[in-house]
């Protein structure tokens, strides 16, 4: 019995331990002394059951839970694919839940198989919706609706035809 529990203990601890079982995200990492350098692509889920509802980006090797400030952001994009960028946290290494991702940002690849433009939606003077890009260009909109309408001055997504009808959108951050 104890040559039985000896032997198992080695086989676990060569193995590396229970964490080597666990499947985890892959997760690119930049030089040890860049900050903001890794970065995990996947799509967006949500797990767990409230209060403690967690944000991931998951591909088929794992998962990564997103932390920080944009992570307000990122969850309100289920279903999208996205490349968080920031900095793993090292004590969250080797969780069967997958590491902790501190975003410092994060760019939309797809919302059902389309690209979006990401921008704060404003209104000119005479009355024409735009979005403006983080990168500082106009985007003019049309065909919006009252209920986008109303969100002037938030950070939305958006999927326009084109001539420029917004076809989807989605709300990053309220006004």
């Known amino acids: 019995m104890i040559r039985t529990v000896r032997t198992a203990l ?19 990492s930049g030089p040890a002394d860049s900050a903001a350098t890794d970065t995990a692509t996947g799509t967006v889920r949500q797990v767990g059951n409230t209060p403690f509802v967690r944000t991931i980006v998951e591909d088929p090797s794992g998962a990564v839970r997103i932390v920080g400030p944009y992570e307000s952001e990122i969850s309100r994009l ?33 919302v059902d198989g389309d690209r979006p433009t990401v921008g704060y939606l404003r209104r000119s003077d005479a ?28 950070k939305v997504w958006v999927v326009t035809n084109a001539q420029g009808a917004v076809a989807r959108y989605g709300i990053l951050k309220r006004p």
């Open 10 to 28: 080695v086989l676990l601890l060569a193995t590396g331990g229970p964490a080597a079982c666990a499947r985890q995200a892959r997760v690119e």
């Open 78 to 110: 289920v279903g999208a694919r996205v490349q968080a960028v920031g900095v793993i946290d090292s004590a969250s290494r080797g969780r069967a839940m997958g590491p902790d991702l501190r975003a410092s940002g994060y760019t939309i690849l797809s």
């Open 127 to 154: 009355g024409d919706f735009f979005l403006r890009t983080e990168e500082g260009h106009d985007v003019p909109l049309s065909s919006v609706s009252s209920a986008l309408a109303d969100q002037v001055g938030a």
